[in-house]
Structure formats: C-alpha cells, structure tokens
C-alpha cells in the first residue's frame, strides 16, 4: 500500500492511494464554546438537500451532545474500541518531538483506520450502524455525565485523587461534571476512508476544492463508504439505493445559485448559523500538501499560526478538514481523546 504524508500525525501513513492534492481545501472551524444546539444548522441543510422520500432520518449536518451523544449513536466510541482491539494499549502521541510545520500536534504513534484495516483485510476498519442507531439528530440531548462515572464505568478499581484527567496541570476551571455539543458535517478529508473504501471508485475529491463528492451514477449502493468513514458521514438511500453525502453546497462554493449572479457564497449551514460559530473558506495547498503559508487568512491564523482550532479525532487518520475551538470547561483528557494533544495549548490561549 502507497505512504502519504498526513501532517496531523506528524508521519507517513498507509492509503490505498498515491499521494494527490487538490490546488485549493474547503475547511472549516467550528467553535463549540459558542454553539447553543438549535439545530438552525441541521434545518437549512434538511431543508435545502434532504427533504425527498427516503431522506427522512438523514441528516448531512448534525449537532450532537457530548459525551453520550452521537449520530449514529456512539460511532465514535465503537470506532475507538475496534482500532484499539486491534492496536490494545498502543494508540498514543509522541509530544517530545515538539511542534513542527509538518508535525503541530507532535506524532501519533498508534495506528490509523487504514493501519488497523489492513491488519483485518480491509481498506479501512468500520461498521454499518444499525437502523435504530440512526434515530435521532441529537439523542441524549443536554445529557451531562462526570469524568468520574466515565472512568468508573470502565476501572471499577474506585476514583482515587490521582485519576489522569487531575494530572494534566491545568490552570483553567474544568467541570466534572459536563456536557457540551459537538456540530458535524463532512469533513471533505485529506484521505478519506470513504473513498479508499468504495469498490466502485464512485466518490472523488475535486481537485479545485477538495470537495468529496459520490457520484451518483457509479454508486451501486454497496455501503462500503457508511462502514469505512469513521466520522459516519455517507448515509444510504433506501429509495435510489445509493449513498448520499453532505456536498459542502458545491454550487454556492462555485458561485452558480441562481440568487448571487455568479457570486460565491458560504455553505447552508454555515450561513444560516445563529450562534456565529461558523467560519468556512477555501485554504490554498501547496506542493508538499501542507497548507501554503497565509498568516492573514482567518483560518489559517485560527489552525497553523494560533493552533486554536483542532481537527476531530486526528488519530483515525484521514486527514479531516473539519477543526474546532475546543470546549474550555470540559475534562482535559475527555478533549485530548477527541482533538489530539494540541487542546492544552489551545485552551489555555
Ligand atoms: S468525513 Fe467521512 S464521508 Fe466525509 S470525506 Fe471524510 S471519510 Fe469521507
Ligand atoms: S455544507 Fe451544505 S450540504 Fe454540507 S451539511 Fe452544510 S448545508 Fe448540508
Ligand atoms: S446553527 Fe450554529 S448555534 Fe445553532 S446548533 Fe448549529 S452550529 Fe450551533
């Protein structure tokens, strides 16, 4: 299998790819301290793309509470536990390199969702969620729960005052007890499990934009992008029966809705956002993959001069073009486990 640089991990990786970029990357920040879950999000992207027969209980944007909450539910604790089956003990960061251009975050020595795939025959390990996981936009809504019954429910051992999340040398005020939302779309990935995992190479990443698109025609429905996307973002259409996924509203990127006169706008969501909590742009890649420097780009400044922002669940290895202003009240180590060792400088700037 080819290796490809994948800069959150500081490393080399495996894909079943060569190494491409596109000229251009749609990203995006969300910051979670700001969002208030009304789902305004959720309702413009329903209602611009999901409204038809078959898209009932789909859902291209979500907001959901963490740390019960997920759509589906609990993906990303059943995709922790499948590479950590495979990898037991060994999912962690090397900090000691210190913080790099190529290497922000230090480097992840665990593997990735390609690495554990191919231990396991697949181009990238996963899971089909059941139908009854995909129920709810927002289950467990404003459910909070403490890093003590979190711990406690995996080490019956007791809570003694020596627990991780007590030994990170925090300065600000954390909450045991806490909950806070979590906002997703498609994170358009450098290295999308989706298409390394599709048998019919229907999905592609638009080299203008990087945008990663299912071709509608190709798609036979084989479901092998909702089980290889760990972020869970391809959902299957009983109706076509072919997958559909978030488009990050490529005709408003381009400037074709018919509204602006060949202006280009900001995706549904992110403009209908009523909490301001959204900032979306295209960043320019260079040569070498890395983002090309541009200290006064806003998102460039926010993820590679500031390093505020932070990708979600780094560790899976794809390379997500998704980052977040991680939330400040939250457990440490409940953040470091979801956004990678960069949340203590974050949080405390
Ligand atoms: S988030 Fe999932 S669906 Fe979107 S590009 Fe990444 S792997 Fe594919
Ligand atoms: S970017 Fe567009 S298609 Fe994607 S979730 Fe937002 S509104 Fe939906
Ligand atoms: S519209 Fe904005 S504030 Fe409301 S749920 Fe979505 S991201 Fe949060």
New binding site residues.
């Given amino acids: 299998m080819p290796e490809v640089y994948n800069w959150h991990l500081g490393r080399k990786m495996l894909y079943p790819y060569e190494e491409r970029h596109p000229k251009w990357q749609f990203a995006f920040v ?1 910051n979670i301290n ?9 309702m ?1 992207d329903k209602s611009t793309w999901l409204f038809s027969k078959g898209q009932e209980y789909m859902w291209w ?1 979500n ?1 959901e509470t963490k740390p019960y909450g997920g759509y589906p539910q609990f993906y990303d604790v059943k995709i922790t536990q499948l590479i950590e089956q495979v990898n037991p003990g060994g999912q962690v960061w090397n900090v000691r390199v210190g913080r790099k251009h190529h290497a922000p975050y230090g480097v992840f020595e665990g593997m990735t969702i390609f690495d554990a795939g191919a231990k396991v025959g697949q181009a990238a390990i996963g899971y089909i969620p059941t139908d009854q996981e995909w129920r709810f936009v927002n289950i467990y809504e404003d459910t909070p729960t403490s890093m003590r019954a979190i711990v406690e429910g995996i080490d019956k051992t007791g809570f003694t005052r020596d627990e991780p999340w007590r030994m990170t040398g925090s300065s600000l005020p954390e909450h045991e007890t806490f909950f806070f ?1 979590l ?1 997703r779309i498609c994170n358009h990935c450098t290295y999308p499990g989706c298409l390394a995992a599709c048998p019919r190479k229907a999905i592609y990443k638009r080299p203008e934009d990087g945008i990663v698109l299912i071709d509608q025609n190709r798609c036979r429905g084989y479901k092998k992008c909702v089980e290889q996307c760990p972020y869970k973002k391809p959902m299957y259409r009983g109706t076509t029966r072919v997958s559909e996924k978030c488009i990050a509203c490529y005709p408003r990127i381009e400037g074709k809705d018919p509204l602006t006169g060949g202006e280009p706008m900001e995706t549904r ?1 992110m403009s ?7 900032m979306q742009s295209l960043v320019r890649i260079g040569e070498d993959g890395l983002w090309a420097e541009d200290r006064w780009h806003p998102l460039y400044y926010t993820i590679r001069v500031e390093q505020v922002a932070l990708p979600l669940y780094p560790q899976w290895g794809t390379e997500p073009n998704g980052y977040y202003i991680p939330p400040r009240w939250a457990p440490r180590g409940y953040n470091r486990q979801m956004f990678g060792p960069g949340v203590d400088n974050a949080i405390e700037k």
């Fill in positions: 969300f700001r969002c208030l879950a009304c789902q305004t999000c959720s413009a944007n907001v939302y906002q969501c209908a956002c009523v909490g301001k909590i959204r």
